[in-house]
């Protein structure tokens, strides 16, 4: 048995491929059967006049997502899907497949998300999580290269990172414990340990939001990094967006063509990013007719009318205090604001980073988990961090489905994650 990826290897030999059916379909004394395996997909071609009639009749009768194994010769086919093609001169049915409930035509959202376990197989679905995939190992790969350490940080807390109006909680053994919002405190208690530290896994917002840029649960890599400011980490971002573009136009092309995504407006994704001030950014919005006031956090809509007509993503930076979370560090330049950045991608997908520089003053980080009323003694470890050695430094999360939605061009982060968690729906 052979991989469908290695067929070029086997040119004019005879092999047996695995895999499930795709289609059928025949021309009189011709069929065709494709088949997929998860290394890639294979048109077998059965001439009736060279098999016996058990053969004929059994590819026939084959059903979509039958389990079949395919024996014959591989034959170079530029038509074909891969290259390459089967000379059918065997079959044999593995696995039969009742009446598979999603066919070659339009079918509802709501259907397809109740039978995500079957849309998986889809070439669309297929597509957008290898390229998941694939963004998912540049980011260890681009960290990694730059001597971060990966530190597992745990998902039930008893301390919030971002609004305590998005917290799932849930009962600990008699205490209130919360899904983790971010994994942020713990890689920053990280930082004197290994310097340069990362978390990635999953994040939890209770957010009742139905906007194609939700969800409940959703996956985001944290860095951490000693000794670099707000500029810094700013550098850090674009470098790392930058790479994560190219290696998905350097090694997911199949992938971005089945999504019919323009990859020309992905080739030019480079590092330095344009950088705006949130103050800017506010009276650019109100020349535009935006009903923003300053003060307020930025909207869908709003980030939208910031990248119009952009081909790089922007950088927003120095927020006001009051629209961000208490561990921001003040802005000694204007107090009123933070030292914090939100990225926000191009052809209207809004932010797909958040990152600021931390507050390390004790006393100041002490006042705005009072001002925040914060429970204090649920971060009587988090205040420690300032106690012993406390040191600049500055990090971000990135949004793995938003980004790799932005990268794909497809328009709704529920197809970037193998099951999606929206405010209604838990299943399957």
Request: with cysteine.
């Amino acid at each position: 048995m052979v991989e469908i990826r290695e067929l070029g290897d086997h040119v004019g030999g005879q092999v047996t491929v695995k895999g499930w059916v795709e289609a059928t379909r025949g021309h009189g004394k011709v069929a065709f059967t494709v088949v997929r395996d998860g290394t890639g997909v294979l048109q077998g071609v059965l001439v009736k006049s060279q098999v016996d009639d058990a053969t004929w009749d059994l590819q026939q009768s084959l059903t979509q997502e039958s389990l079949v194994a395919l024996t014959g010769e591989v034959k170079e086919d530029a038509r074909a899907p891969g290259g390459y093609e089967l000379g059918v001169t065997g079959v044999e049915l593995l696995a039969p497949s009742a009446e598979y409930p999603i066919q070659p035509k339009e079918h509802g959202v709501d259907f397809l998300l109740d039978h995500r376990h079957l849309w998986l197989r889809s070439s669309m679905q297929r597509a957008g999580l290898k390229v998941r995939a694939e963004v998912e190992q540049a980011i260890h790969d681009f960290l990694y290269q730059r001597d971060f350490v990966r530190v597992d940080t745990p998902i039930l807390t008893g301390s919030i990172g971002e609004h305590a109006g998005t917290l799932f909680q849930t009962d600990y053994f008699g205490d209130p414990a919360y899904m983790a919002q971010t994994g942020q405190l713990y890689v920053e208690a990280a930082c004197p340990a290994f310097r340069r530290v990362y978390c990635f896994g999953p994040t939890f917002r209770a957010e009742k939001s139905k906007t194609r840029r939700h969800l409940t649960e959703f996956w985001m890599v944290e860095p951490e990094v000693a000794f670099a400011d707000s500029n810094d980490n700013m550098r850090l971002q674009e470098e790392l967006v930058s790479y994560l573009v190219e290696r998905a136009l350097e090694r997911c092309g199949e992938e971005l063509k089945v999504l019919e995504r323009d990859t020309g407006k992905l080739e030019h994704i480079a590092a330095p990013f344009p950088r705006m001030s949130y103050t800017e950014a506010v009276a650019i919005l109100q020349g535009k007719g935006a009903e923003i006031e300053w003060g307020s956090d930025l909207g869908a809509a709003d980030e939208a009318l910031l990248t119009e007509g952009r081909d790089l993503p922007l950088f927003v930076h120095d927020y006001p205090k009051q629209a961000k979370a208490f561990y921001m560090k003040e802005n000694p330049a204007d107090p009123r604001t933070v030292l914090c950045d939100d990225l926000l991608a191009p052809e209207g997908y809004g932010e797909i980073i958040g990152g600021s520089q931390r507050e390390d003053d004790l006393d100041r980080l002490r006042q705005r988990i009072r001002e925040e009323k914060l429970p204090e003694e649920a971060y009587a470890w988090y205040l420690d961090l300032r106690r012993y050695g406390s040191f600049p430094h500055s990090g971000f999360g990135l949004g793995v489905e938003r980004t790799v939605a932005w990268i794909t061009g497809r328009h709704h982060i529920r197809e970037m994650i193998p099951f999606p968690r929206l405010m209604n729906r838990l299943y399957p």
